[in-house]
């Protein structure tokens, strides 16, 4: 388990999936967090939990606050030889929005890929139309890098998306 100051990072279970299928297959949440996709069945997320626990690459994390399973976040895309990775993160429990859980995730997850995986750089992607994510991140010290122009096709056009990332000051480039 890594602590942070609010939150608990921690492997996610078997047991969580049921929570993390309503979340995945919840619009007001999935609207925010990535491109269209069909609806998500059971057997689809267990695939995807049996992947996920296999993979280097790819880890996520149950977000627990007070004891309670209220998102997730996550390494993307971990590449150990340029030492970056890609972030992604969902609190699921929409009345934990703008409590600054999701900040103190990124936070404790930022410094776990820093301190403990010796990572140099985490980036993103978050619509330019997101803004409580945009501050989330602002506030753990992601600067914006760029834009991908038309990146992704979402409600019938084509949207930017925000490139932003923080690097790992204590390590020389
Ligand atoms: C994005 C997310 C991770 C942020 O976590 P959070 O716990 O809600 O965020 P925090 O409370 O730490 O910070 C949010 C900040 O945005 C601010 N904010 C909220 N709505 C805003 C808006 N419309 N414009 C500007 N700022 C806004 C909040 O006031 C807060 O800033 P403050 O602490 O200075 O008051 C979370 O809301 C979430 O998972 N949302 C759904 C999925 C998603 O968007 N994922 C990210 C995809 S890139």
């Known amino acids: 388990m890594i602590k942070g100051k ?17 979340w995945i297959n919840d619009m007001d949440v999935v609207k925010l967090a990535g491109p269209p996709r069909f609806p998500k069945s059971k057997a689809e997320e267990e695939k995807w939990f049996e992947k ?9 994390l149950a977000i627990d606050a007070n004891g309670k399973h209220i998102g997730n976040v996550g ?8 030492r970056n990775a890609m972030l992604g993160i969902m609190i699921g429990e929409k009345k934990y929005w703008n409590k600054g859980y999701g900040s103190d995730a990124v936070k404790t997850l930022v410094s776990l890929a820093f301190n403990e995986l010796n990572l140099h750089k985490i980036y993103l992607h978050v619509f330019p139309s997101n803004k409580r994510a945009l501050k989330c991140y602002e506030k753990c010290g992601f ?11 979402k409600g019938g ?11 790992n000051k204590g390590v020389k480039k």
């Not at 996920?52 to 996520?60: E, G, P, Y």
């Not at 390494?75 to 340029?82: A, V, Y």
């Not at 600067?143 to 096709?153: A, D, I, N, P, Y």
């Open 52 to 60: 996920t626990i296999n993979d280097d690459k790819n880890r996520v």
């Open 143 to 153: 600067k914006k890098e760029g834009v991908l122009r038309e990146h992704v096709f």
């Open 6 to 22: 609010k939150v608990v990072l921690r492997a996610l279970e078997k047991d969580d999936l049921d929570r993390c299928l309503k």
């Open 75 to 82: 390494l993307h895309n971990i590449d150990f030889r340029n």
């Open 157 to 167: 056009k084509y949207q930017d998306l925000t490139v932003m990332s923080i690097i």
